[in-house]
């Protein structure tokens, strides 16, 4: 990402239609905007063990969160490098507790943020105004020539960002600064695996060998 040419505006486009395809129905935020990762290949900083993790403990959660909240429940299932965030809303804390231990249960999951509100589901405005916030964000991460934008995952509920990724100290906060200068966002909660400056260094050599983070 060193520089911001003119196919920077049509990437930044494809991130906002991606994001609002994830705030159509559906319990579990999944795979989505599979075009986007073949249009930015750059590297993940994941091992190719952890994005194999992320992409099963998604697919299981999908089958296993419905099963608790039900028609009650609007649960939306993260995972970046094993760490699952929780996302959405649940009747009461009985449900918000055993959503926690279903995903925790998963094979690989290492840890888990629980951050299920007690309320009805949102509703589809709501999700899409999310969805839009995420779009934006991701464009804004994109403008930036100091740090890689691919590098980030980006969750937004109910106006408040989640931010994960492997990236050093100056990586997150520019990424957090950015994020809070975007119309819309009311909070923004980093959630990030620091790596040292000479991590980041080491790992330049494998840029463009996958694709972007789920």
Not at 188 to 197: A, D, G, L, Q
């Amino acid at each position: 990402m060193s520089k911001a040419g003119p196919l920077m505006r049509p990437l930044a486009k494809a991130l906002l239609c991606a994001a609002l395809l994830s705030s159509l129905p559906g319990c579990v935020g999944v795979i989505v905007g599979g075009a986007v990762a073949g249009a930015v290949a750059t590297a993940d900083r994941r091992t190719l063990g952890a994005q194999a993790d992320d992409k099963a403990i998604a697919l299981k959660a999908e089958v296993r969160v419905p099963k608790v909240a039900g028609e009650y429940g609007h649960v939306n299932v993260n995972s970046y490098d094993r760490k699952v965030l929780l996302t959405g809303e649940v009747k009461d804390e009985s449900m918000k507790a055993a959503v926690e231990r279903d995903v925790r249960a998963i094979d690989g999951v290492i840890s888990v943020v629980n951050e299920l509100e007690i309320a009805g589901p949102a509703s589809y405005t709501s999700r899409s105004n999310d969805a839009i916030i995420t779009g934006k964000v991701k464009a804004s991460l994109i403008d930036m020539r100091t740090i890689s934008a691919t590098s980030f995952k980006v969750v937004t509920e109910r106006g408040t960002v989640y931010l994960m990724g492997r990236v050093t100290q100056r990586e997150g906060q520019v990424a957090a600064d950015v994020a809070r200068g975007v119309s819309g966002v009311a909070k923004v909660v980093k959630m990030f695996e620091y790596i040292t400056e000479d991590e980041l260094r080491a790992l330049a050599p494998a840029a463009g060998s996958s694709t972007v983070p789920l």
